[in-house]
């Protein structure tokens, strides 16, 4: 299983990621490889604010 992590960096210390949104695209694969779609997901929630 595959996922997107989207977040960011706290101005305080940018060694950390806050994990804001995972997303499991559709995928098709064997148990050696992952086949994920060519254009990343869009949507409102995955933009910074």
Do not use: M
């Not at 706290?10 to 994920?36: A, F, M």
């Amino acid at each position: 299983i595959a996922g997107y992590l989207y977040g960011v960096s706290p101005s305080d210390n940018p060694q950390v990621k806050e994990i804001h949104c995972v997303v499991l695209p559709t995928q098709w694969g064997t148990r050696e490889t992952v086949h994920l779609p060519n254009i990343l997901p869009e949507h409102e929630s995955f933009k910074v604010r």
